[in-house]
């Protein structure tokens, strides 16, 4: 039976780090609130997070129902979707270091979100622009250096070489690393720039990530949404002067 | 050998979600940054976190180092010791239900931390006044409401009845949803205390968790640190009036 990840259906948001990890592995699912059949669509998904016999509800989506299995939260998702999906490694130790690169990034992930958000989640942006630009000016001059640097050191510490993020094969975190990769070029495109030119592993790593197979047909079909203002990696030209 | 947990020695911060594990558990830990020996210490703690010779560094504490595992990320560090611990469920589909209600816990954390830190991570608070005031209001309106409702409602569905989170025994995320209706308490005292009467079930969880004998003895040790202004939940009355 095919697995069905719901996530808005007009941004890649957080929704995306699951997609690349189902569509890297070839699996079999259902983005259901793209689907117009019934049981799917945004308001069948808003009716599922409502629905009182649901015992494990998710506090928001990307969350994924896989059989009797309803598992939410980005991270959680990936942990739990991982080792199925043949992108996360057999022992534990390894397990953990892979779920704490995949939450450092979740980290990288909720302060790109807050640089256009910094004072009111449930505002626009136009009504909190002075505080964005004030958050956005350490986030691009600090924090993102900061966490692409750190990246970088777990690239060039790999005992099994920079190829990939954990040991020696792809997982979850290598495709996550080249999506927020993405987003960064796309919503700061010069502080991305600069930033990258002194993390030359991560970029191969962005280029390698790219460049499967799997990934590439990926991107190149309509299933991928392209960036956009309404989600997380948002280009304000004004946030990145 | 005991496992070792380094994080910052004078505030609760993440790492007391790890703590509360620990102390529950009986476990033979070392708090390394709020001891003295050689090895320890908060210098220790950073000469340990620019060691180059650190193949799985954190980005930032809490980290644990048990053995030759080092793992960071309290979400992580809790996947991995929840098992060892006695902590977490067995099967692969309730430890992604206790990942998935741990992480929801950590963005609670987080959005708590943005209320005094919402445009400018790395300076202090009385430089982002207006800011912080704002932040607080939406928190204490309405985001408050929405992540305890969601504990509420997670308790209230619990097949094995509203007792623990998960399941029908105690798991971390009880000793971690316990530690934000502490820190709720002390940083948002009016605005808790109005929320907490519409989640009767999470209320009787905290007292539960409070009431268990190796954490009622941590509670009442010098152990616990205090909450304070240099914490995640900090009590400025101004936030909450």
Redesign the interface.
Known sequence: MACELYYWPTIQGRGEFVRLALEQAGADYLDMARLKGPGQGVEAMMRLMKD?A??????APPFLRDG??M???T???L??LGPKLGLAPQA??D???L??IQ??IA?LV??AH?THH?????AYYKDQKP?AA??AE?FRG??IA??LG?LE??LA???AGPEWLVGARLTYADLSAFQVTEGLRYAFPKAAAKTLKATPKLVDLADRVRALPNIAAYLASERRIAFNEDGIFRHYPELDP
């Open positions: 009182q649901v015992t494990r509800p998710s506090f009797e299995v598992v939410g939260q991270a959680a998702i942990a739990y534990a130790a397990r953990a270091w779920d704490q939450l450092t980290d909720a302060e807050d910094p004072v009111d989640l449930e505080e004030r958050r350490g600090k924090r900061k966490f750190w050191t777990v510490r790999n005992p």
